[in-house]
T-cell receptor, first 111, second 111 residues
Framework: DAGITQSPRYKITETGRQVTLMCHQTWSHSYMFWYRQDLGHGLRLIYYSAAADITDKGEVPDGYVVSRSKTENFPLTLESATRSQTSVYFC??????????FGPGTRLTVT | GIQVEQSPPDLILQEGANSTLRCNFSDSVNNLQWFHQNPWGQLINLFYIPSGTKQNGRLSATTVATERYSLLYISSSQTTDSGVYFCAGESNSNSGYALNFGKGTSLLVTP
């Protein structure tokens, strides 16, 4: 959906580095989500946010930090990247009849 | 969270063939959705279908909530239908609308 952007789209980093992935929506929908996609696991929820300054853990939150100071932005930070965090990361928003729409994804490689 | 099983895991079709993809849930779900992940990785919304039947062109979906399953029908398949199809649903517990995904059905449509 063109209203959800993620940056960067591709990132290579080294083990131990801090990395921040950005998600931006052009609307002001309350709920935003971060998922990771790995082979054999489908998509799994990392964190979600119900509104600005309200966040909660999902299924796989360890090693990640989120913040949401503005409704339209939902950054995901890997404080000290590990190889197991190599994945494709998707941001999503909740619209309409509780339907989720996804951004284009960020492919992260940790070497 | 709930367990989501998709079948078959892989499917190869000749162009023009029909197919049915199935999604079973271990518990009651809300806000059931079907997605298509195209070869470029984009997750595209197909159906929001918590119950009943919907049709969109060559695709249709049916959810029988009381029996905890959903079906996606693809008729007269085309090569552009190739990709991975995911179903996902929200559990009835307080998870902030977070979706639980199946591992997907990987579809290849050959000319």
């Amino acid at each position: 959906d063109a209203g959800i952007t993620q940056s960067p789209r591709y990132k290579i980093t080294e083990t131990g580095r801090q990395v921040t992935l950005m998600c931006h929506q052009t609307w002001s929908h309350s709920y935003m989500f971060w998922y990771r996609q790995d082979l054999g696991h489908g998509l799994r929820l990392i964190y979600y946010s119900a509104a600005a300054d309200i966040t909660d853990k999902g299924e796989v939150p360890d090693g990640y930090v989120v913040s949401r100071s503005k409704t339209e932005n939902f950054p995901l930070t890997l404080e000290s990247a590990t190889r197991s965090q190599t994945s494709v990361y998707f941001c999503a928003i909740l619209k309409g009849d509780n339907e989720q729409y996804f951004g284009p994804g960020t492919r992260l490689t940790v070497t | 969270g709930i367990q989501v099983e998709q079948s078959p895991p892989d499917l190869i079709l000749q162009e023009g063939a029909n197919s049915t993809l199935r999604c079973n849930f271990s518990d009651s779900v809300n806000n059931l959705q079907w997605f298509h992940q195209n070869p470029w990785g984009q997750l595209i919304n197909l159906f929001y279908i918590p119950s009943g039947t919907k049709q969109n062109g060559r695709l249709s979906a049916t959810t029988v909530a009381t029996e905890r399953y959903s079906l996606l029908y693809i008729s007269s398949s085309q090569t552009t239908d190739s990709g991975v199809y995911f179903c996902a649903g929200e559990s009835n517990s307080n998870s902030g609308y977070a979706l639980n995904f199946g591992k997907g059905t990987s579809l290849l449509v050959t000319p």
